[in-house]
């Protein structure tokens, strides 16, 4: 800084307001030492500004599993938010293991970053509620509850998306569909089996069979493969989750099924390269960058001293090339 200083021809003062942003400083003030910044390839150090302001201006990010594409895009919205706002993100990987969501918890806090975005894999509270709580920092939940109190939420409303599928499916005839869901204490896979199960009930000719297990295409294989060799099997089948739908589609694959042909398919999220497929598949889809991008907003507010609050974006259905009449 006192290089800076000494080229700029200001004080050590001077420099620090302005590479700290203060608002009481010229223009002409600001381009000197800037200028002098550049010409000496300056870099102020983070780490002593943190330990002088108590703020790392770093946002810690908690997901699921950062290889689906789910969370990847969320963490891409929420980056892209906090970056213009002066913030980096830093993101930790639970593997969808609760231990593991903990331990990467208290690291974040360890770090001493200012705010937490968490999405985590399962919600059944205990530990990883009491370290949100004992933190005291900003949190701001994605599309989980966790029964945490103070903290913001950022939802999506699954039940409009899947209420929309099944009265689809039961309109073009279909009398018994399967929803291959994901963990039932998740908020997403509990919202979406309820309204399934809700939109079928005007309808007592209709049979809705819920499988429930790990939002991971072994489950969506094993469950897809169980379902065609029944002697019951359903006419239609909506995958829970894009990585469900992987296991979906090559159980439906060795099978020797294909949809609409031989029965109806819906996923929930869109999946990368879907469009290209022939028939296009249906998909309840919402905006997932929109999703990191409104819990960044979120964030910011926390952040500022605001009241945690909620927020819920849409779902919808959008018709692909995958559903129609149950076969004869």
């Known amino acids: 800084m006192k290089d800076v200083a000494d080229r700029a021809g200001v004080a050590m003062s001077s420099v620090s307001r302005v590479l700290s942003d203060h608002p009481d400083v010229s223009d002409r003030m600001r381009e000197k030492v800037l200028a002098a910044v550049e010409e000496l390839g300056y870099e102020p150090d983070v780490l002593a500004q943190s330990l002088r302001t108590g703020a790392t201006r770093t946002i810690g990010v908690l997901v699921a599993d950062i290889s689906n594409q789910l969370f990847a895009e969320i963490s891409h919205g929420a980056e892209t938010v906090l970056r213009a706002q002066g913030y980096s993100t830093f993101v930790a990987n639970s593997l969808n293991d609760p231990e593991i969501?903990?331990?990467?918890?208290?690291?974040?806090?360890?770090?001493?970053?200012?705010?937490?975005?968490?999405?985590?894999?399962?919600?059944?509270?205990?530990?990883?509620?009491?370290?949100?709580?004992?933190?005291?920092?900003?949190?701001v939940l994605i599309d989980r509850h966790l029964g945490t109190a103070g903290a913001s939420r950022v939802l999506s409303d699954h039940r409009a998306g899947m209420t929309e599928v099944v009265q689809k499916l039961i309109g073009v005839g279909h009398r018994r569909i399967a929803l291959i869901n994901g963990i039932p204490n998740v908020l997403p896979a509990m919202e979406r089996a309820a309204a399934a199960r809700e939109a079928a009930e005007a309808h007592p000719e209709v049979t809705i069979e819920v499988l429930s297990g790990a939002f991971s295409s072994?489950?969506?294989?094993?469950?897809?493969?169980?379902?065609?060799?029944?002697?019951?099997?359903?006419?239609?089948i909506v995958a829970g989750s894009n990585q469900i739908l992987i296991g979906v589609l090559a159980a439906l694959r060795d099978a020797g099924f294909s949809a609409p042909a031989d029965l109806s398919l819906v996923t929930c999220d869109p999946v990368p390269l879907a469009e290209f497929m022939t028939p296009a598949l249906d998909t309840i889809w919402r905006d997932r960058q929109q999703l990191g991008a409104e819990a960044a907003g979120l964030m910011l507010e926390g952040l500022q001293g605001a009241s945690p609050r909620e927020v819920l974006l849409p779902t919808e259905y959008r018709a692909g090339g995958c559903v129609a009449a149950p076969p004869a």
Request: hydrophobic share 40%.
């Open 101 to 139: 969501a903990v331990k990467q918890l208290r690291m974040l806090i360890k770090r001493r970053v200012d705010g937490l975005l968490i999405s985590v894999g399962e919600e059944d509270g205990g530990p990883i509620v009491d370290a949100i709580a004992n933190s005291g920092l900003p949190t």
């Open 218 to 236: 072994e489950h969506g294989e094993e469950a897809t493969r169980a379902l065609v060799a029944s002697p019951h099997r359903p006419t239609a």
